[in-house]
Every structure is written in structure tokens, then in C-alpha cells.
């Protein structure tokens, strides 16, 4: 059955605003935010754990903010100061285990559909 939906994202000037949204379905102990930038491989953004803590990579510290809503089960990705080189197509993730840690090296059982956030100068 199907476990995330994906919405938001779209086309932004550069120095401005984007907002992703994943419904998750179920208790998942990792979830996290992982965009497919062209001509590069997929590379993980933003990671949350059950217990509300959060890491990012390096590239969107201080921009990106992730947060999930558990009474929902929403994961957000709120995406400020975007620029040129953040587009891409951004995937949310689930692990239904925590064996192994919540990082982005590892495996990840569910994705989402994918969608496409464009920055433009």
C-alpha cells in the first residue's frame, strides 16, 4: 500500500520560499529528506527522528528546517533563501526500523513520488 504522499514544491526566484509536505503512514522512527539534483547522484537534506531530532547536510544548514507533525504524521521541509543549485526533485523517506541509527547512509524502505522544486536567478 501506498505510504507517503508527497505535495508541495514548484518554481521560486532565488532568495525565496518553498514548503514540502509527506503524509507517513504508520509509526517510523527515521524520516527523512533526500533530492536528486541533474547530474549528480541523490543526496540526503534533512533527517528527523522520532524523538524530534534533526540533522541536515551541509549545503542547506541555516535555510532548510525540518519538522514532523506526529498527531498528523506530516513531515515538512521548509526551504528558505533557496538557491539556483538546490533544484532538483526531492524525495521524503521512511524507515519502519531504527536498527542501525536514522542517518542518511542507510537504507530506507519507503519513498515518496517525488517532486520537483525549480530555483531560478
Known amino acids: 500500500q501506498v505510504q507517503l504522499v508527497q505535495s508541495g514544491g514548484g518554481s521560486v526566484q532565488a532568495g525565496g520560499s518553498l514548503r514540502l509536505s509527506c503524509a507517513v503512514s504508520?509509526?517510523?522512527?527515521?524520516t527523512a529528506w533526500f533530492r536528486q539534483v541533474l547530474g549528480k547522484e541523490r543526496e540526503g537534506v534533512a533527517i528527523?527522528?522520532?524523538?524530534?531530532?534533526?540533522a541536515y547536510a551541509d549545503s542547506v544548514k541555516g535555510r532548510f528546517t525540518v519538522s514532523k507533525d506526529n498527531a498528523k504524521n506530516i513531515l515538512y521541509l521548509q526551504m528558505n533563501n533557496l538557491k539556483p543549485e538546490d533544484t532538483g526533485i526531492y524525495y521524503c523517506?521512511?524507515?519502519?526500523?531504527?536498527?542501525?541509527?536514522?542517518?542518511?547512509?542507510?537504507?530506507?524502505?519507503?519513498w515518496g513520488q517525488g517532486t520537483q522544486v525549480t530555483v531560478s536567478l
Open positions: 504508520g509509526y517510523r522512527p527515521c
Open positions: 523517506a521512511a524507515r519502519r526500523s531504527y536498527g542501525g541509527g536514522c542517518s542518511f547512509y542507510v537504507p530506507y524502505s519507503d
Open positions: 528527523v527522528d522520532s524523538a524530534g531530532n534533526s
